[in-house]
């Protein structure tokens, strides 16, 4: 059957992975502010025992520009999970499609692989965008067997990035079955296709103590809903204990970490970060000469 990556390719995104998780100093993850991020998170921790110290808090869809730098060489061996990174020699794996029309050299973006979604720029490629959660994304790179996984774990699974939401929508469903396919995840289906699908995931979410409905996003260490004020590792404990993970333990000392080729927007990155209305505005006030790299770190030691 016809998979994403033939052995061969396989092997070498692998063995990109390994290289920077077994070579690079002090190699940690840096994720996106979601669900799917912490997943991406403790799936790495899980298998690598590689832990998470950053949180990229903006739009992970406005990506990170390719001219990103740092005075601190530590930066540059993050992983960075489910966050479009461009600058070669920096790692990330995301499935998201990038404003720039050249894929980053050391991005694993799964796109990119697929002939009907690589090329931005062609009219009606969005709809064959890969729909799932980065998580799935990952579980296939690292060979991870999801038939192994109870219905429950499957539920978080596919509730990530609402993937179920995209699967239910007959417009997205086709596109949806040809990537589980592509990852050997035909699994899922019979899952998705659960009468009380949609009950089940409620139920959950209130187990987990997620929001009732809507995106859900971390900041600060504070798990954001209008339903519960779970902190970021309340929500992470109940992750790895659904998944059957080992414990993924966050520093506790916060802290912002920023670059910037802009001085006089230094001062109220925060309020930039706080929406994409705002974070698009300033951009347009600085005439166009943005922000290069902006992230809130979570830390023990200086990066």
């Known amino acids: 059957m016809e998979q994403l990556l033939n052995e061969k390719e396989l092997k070498e995104v692998q063995g990109k992975i ?23 998170g403790a799936l790495f921790n899980n298998i690598f025992d590689i832990k998470i110290n950053g949180i990229f808090n903006l739009n992970s869809q406005a990506n990170m520009d390719s001219t ?12 960075f999970l489910d966050c479009s990174i461009l600058k070669q020699g920096i790692l990330s794996i995301d499935h998201h499609y990038s404003k720039l029309k050249a894929w980053g050299k050391d991005s694993i973006n799964c796109n990119k692989y697929n002939h009907k979604s690589k090329d ?3 009219y009606g490629s969005f709809l064959h965008k890969m729909p799932m959660g980065n998580i799935l994304w990952l579980m296939y790179l690292l060979q991870e067997d999801i038939s192994k996984y109870t219905y429950q774990q499957q539920l978080l699974l596919i509730m990530a990035d609402s993937f179920h939401i995209n699967y239910l929508n007959s417009r997205y469903m086709q596109n949806c079955i040809d990537w589980l396919k592509l990852f ?35 900041s600060g260490g504070v798990f954001k809903s209008h339903q519960t004020s779970k902190t970021t590792q ?10 059957g993970w080992k414990e993924c333990k966050l520093p506790s000392f916060f802290y912002v970490h920023k670059f910037s080729n802009s001085k006089q927007y230094s001062s109220n990155i925060n309020s930039i970060m706080a929406d994409k209305y705002n974070f698009t505005s300033a951009i347009r006030e600085i005439g166009r000469n943005p922000i290069m790299y902006v992230s809130r770190y979570i830390g023990t030691e200086e990066l």
């Not at 390994?18 to 940690?28: D, I, L």
């Not at 990103?68 to 061996?77: P, R």
Request: hydrophobic fraction near 40%; include cysteine.
């Open 120 to 122: 931005i720029d062609v």
């Open 184 to 218: 050997n995840m035909e699994c899922l289906i019979d899952t998705l296709n659960k009468p009380s699908l949609l009950k089940d995931i409620e139920e959950l979410k209130a187990q987990l103590g997620f929001s009732g409905n809507g995106y859900q996003v971390f």
């Open 68 to 79: 990103i730098h740092s005075e601190n060489k530590k930066i540059l061996n993050n992983i």
């Open 18 to 40: 390994k290289f920077n998780v077994y070579f690079k100093e002090g190699a940690r993850t840096t994720i996106h502010n979601d669900i799917d991020g912490l997943l991406c």
């Open 234 to 243: 309340e929500v992470l404990n109940n992750i790895t204990e659904l998944m």
